[in-house]
């Protein structure tokens, strides 16, 4: 195939060439054969790129609302023009199959992004208590790191909203799937947004993504990734007293009642834990069923993760492509290796395809609920299966975690409501409810700090200010 060579960075409104000559490989996890590079970013082009979202800050920051949502009405139109190449980019750099590729990866940025471009068309809200005007400004200046799994989503829930309430912002997406963020500033180019407000500076954590947490003149830095590194940049924001949201791992659970329609509540369980190869941060990885049916969950669940064809992410009958990366199937075949509980699915020996760095689907029953298997996130396509007796023990095993990101509840829909209700995450799915990208997103616990999507991720990336008169 043809090289996806970027080697420019996305500075003021203009291509640039970036101060190091060095590269960053991009591989694709299938083939396992690198077919693209990025610019290997410093902290010499965050200091450029923080400057010119400095700069570009006042201009855009007090644009009336109408000229705002019209900016990114041309950004939201020049990135659905490129739908196709987002689906294939991502299936490339991240081995998404093509078909969830083109609804996921690049139809759901697609569909935040007008929702944005909606937004931002509406004055900001103000409020009147007692003797104050309650007024809502831009924070400034938003460093966003992002992570590898859903590539672009993530940095459109970032971007998106920041824009929206009048911030600019500096951009590092994942160096392992980066090539997909060029494809938005090729967006920005077309669209012509006003240089500044979106600058993108690709590179490695340690060295790119460090300097933004730890820049002097970046108000805000907006995470998705691993609970380590959220705390990391945590720190280095706190040293300047810097605002931080942070969207961060999870171990949610799919608690399937006495009275849940079993066969839809198992079958749906199994899609969503292994959607994306497993890889997200959303992912039900615990399901946990009522001791009367639990039984027949296993076998159910066990013929479903069977029943997965792996392979080719571009060929249309694959429905589970290979992890991301060597050292993530080796991290996740390291979780099954160390496994106490009864293996009724995939394994390390169950066959996988030739290349690329696939784990086969695999599912454990009578998981000890602190074991590693249940607590820790794998991010790989790997189901905890774990039995109750009482709605009461449900909820104590669902919200025995030190995560809180998402989880779901089967059952009649006033039983499966009250549940829902008593579990300490972010979202809770009943009876299959479709996830609604307008909603907040966010953890409780170690899953993070803040929302994102809708108004209320725009609302985290403003000021709130009290005028009294
Ligand atoms: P990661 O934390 O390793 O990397 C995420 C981003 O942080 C990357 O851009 C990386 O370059 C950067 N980074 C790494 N070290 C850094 C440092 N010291 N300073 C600043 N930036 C640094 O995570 P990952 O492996 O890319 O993603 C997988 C993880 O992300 C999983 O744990 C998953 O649950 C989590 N995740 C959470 C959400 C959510 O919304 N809650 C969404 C997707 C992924």
Redesign the pocket.
């Known amino acids: 195939m043809t090289p996806v060579h970027r080697d420019e960075l996305w500075i003021g409104g203009a291509w640039v060439p970036p101060e190091s000559s060095e590269r960053i490989g991009v591989e694709n996890p299938y083939t396992e054969e690198v077919f693209g590079h990025v610019p290997a970013g410093t902290a010499e082009d965050v200091n450029l790129a923080v400057s010119a979202a400095r700069a570009a800050l006042p201009g855009w920051a007090n644009l009336p609302a109408a000229e705002r949502g019209a900016a990114l009405g041309r950004l939201h139109r020049a990135l659905a023009a490129r739908a196709d190449e987002i689906a294939r980019i991502v299936g490339l750099e991240l081995g998404t199959p093509l078909k969830i590729a083109k609804a996921v990866q690049a139809g759901l940025p697609i569909t935040v992004l007008a929702g944005y471009a909606e937004l931002a068309a509406q004055p900001w809200a103000e409020e009147t208590i007692g003797n104050s005007l309650v007024v809502h400004e831009p924070v400034g200046v938003i460093g966003a790191?992002?992570?590898?799994?859903?590539p672009l989503h993530?940095v459109i829930a970032k971007v998106g909203a920041a824009l929206a309430a009048g911030d600019t912002v500096v951009l590092?997406?994942?160096?392992?799937t980066p090539l997909v963020a060029f494809l938005l500033a090729d967006a920005a180019a077309e669209a012509d947004l006003p240089p500044g407000i979106l600058n993108l500076v690709s590179g490695?954590?340690?060295v790119?993504?460090?300097a933004?947490?730890g820049h002097p003149d970046i108000d805000m830095v907006s995470?998705?990734?691993?609970?380590?590194?959220?705390r990391?940049?945590s720190h280095?924001a706190a040293d300047r007293v810097a605002r931080v949201s942070l969207?961060?791992?999870?171990k949610s659970a799919n608690v399937i009642l006495e009275d849940a329609d079993l066969v839809k509540a198992v079958k749906v369980g199994v899609g969503n834990a292994f959607l994306n190869s497993g890889?997200?941060?959303?992912a039900w990885t615990r399901m946990l069923v009522h001791r009367a049916h639990y039984d027949e969950a296993v076998e159910l669940a066990a013929k479903t993760a069977a029943g997965y064809t792996l392979g080719d992410p571009f060929d249309p009958a694959t429905r589970l492509g290979p992890l991301a990366s060597a050292v993530q199937r080796d991290r996740v075949r390291g979780f099954i290796e160390r496994a106490s509980a009864r293996l009724v699915a995939g394994g390390l020996d169950a066959p996988v395809p030739a290349t690329g760095h696939f784990v086969a689907p695999t599912v454990f029953a009578d998981v000890d609920p602190d074991s590693e298997l249940a607590q820790e996130?794998i991010?790989g396509p790997v189901l905890s299966i774990i039995g109750f007796d009482s709605d009461d023990e449900a909820v104590a095993i669902a919200n025995n975690s030190r995560y809180g990101?998402a989880g779901a509840v089967w059952g009649s829909d006033e039983r499966a409501l009250a549940v829902a209700r008593r579990l300490r995450t972010g979202a809770v799915d009943v009876n299959g409810g479709a996830f609604n990208p307008f909603a907040p997103?966010?953890?409780y616990k170690q899953?993070?700090i803040g929302r994102?999507l809708g108004a209320y991720g725009l609302a985290e990336f403003q000021q709130v200010k009290a005028i009294q008169r």
């Open positions: 790191i992002t992570p590898w799994n859903y993530q590092k997406p994942s160096e392992m490695t954590g340690p790119v993504g460090a933004i947490a995470f998705t990734g691993s609970t380590a590194t959220g990391a940049i280095a969207e961060l791992g999870g890889q997200t941060c959303t996130e991010f990101l997103f966010g953890g899953s993070g994102e």
